[in-house]
C-alpha cells in the first residue's frame, strides 16, 4: 500500500485529526474521502505548500494554519500526524507539541525516535510496515511509560511482532552486512550487535 494511503487508513475511527507538515493535504483528503474522519486541520510552516492544501481540499470541512509545528495551532483534535519527515525534526516537534496520540513516520533512524518516546512520556502502541519504493515504518504512540530493551529500540517492539517485517529485516541485515567490511573498530562493535538482533528475525 502507499506510504499516505496507509497513513490515511490509520485514522478510521477519529473525528478530528491534525496533519503537521501536511504538504498537499492528500492524507486528510483521503480520510475524508472515505469516511475515516469528520474534520481535518491541516499545518504548515511554508504558504506554498499550505496554498497546495487548501486548494485539494477546497469545500472540505479542514481548517488552515502557518505554523511551525503546534505553535499557532489553537484547537482541539484527537490524533496528530508527523510523517515524511527527518527523525530530528519530528523530534523538535514533540518537544513543543502536547502530549497526545501520534501517528509518526519518520524517513530515518527509527530507534532513535524510539529512545525518544521511551525517554519522554510515550507508549509504543502499533508498528505498521508498507513498502512504497522504499519501506516505510509508521509508529502509533499514545502518552504513557514504558521500558524498552536496546533491542526492541533497535527493531521494533510491535514491528518485530509483524511479519510483513521480515523482508524489511533482511534489508536491514544485507546492509549492515557490508557496512561491517569496511568500518572502524569502534562502529563494527554496534554493528555487529545489531546484526545479531537482525539475525534472530530473518
Known sequence: MKRLDYIASLLKGYDIALDIGSDHGYVLKKALDLGYINKGI?????SGPLENAKTNLKNYPVTFYLSDG???????????????????TIIDILNRAPKCEY???????????????????????????????????????????????????????????????????????????????????ETKKNITKQINYLKKEI
Open 103 to 185: 501517528i509518526l513516520q519518520p524517513n530515518d533512524k527509527h530507534e532513535v525516535l524510539r529512545k525518544y518516546l521511551m525517554e519522554n512520556g510515550y507508549i509504543i502502541t502499533e508498528e505498521h510496515i508498507t513498502f512504497d519504493k522504499f519501506y516505510y515504518i509508521i509508529i502509533k504512540v499514545k502518552p504513557g511509560n514504558e521500558n524498552l530493551s536496546e533491542e526492541d529500540i533497535f527493531l521494533g517492539p510491535k514491528l518485530r511482532l509483524n511479519k510483513n517485517a521480515k523482508d524489511y529485516y533482511k534489508l536491514k541485515y544485507d546492509q549492515l552486512s557490508k557496512i561491517l567490511l569496511v568500518c572502524d573498530n
Open 42 to 46: 491541516a499545518s504548515e510552516i511554508a
Open 70 to 88: 503546534f505553535d499557532k495551532i489553537n484547537e482541539k483534535f484527537d490524533i496528530a500526524i508527523i510523517s515524511g519527515m527527518g527523525v530530528y
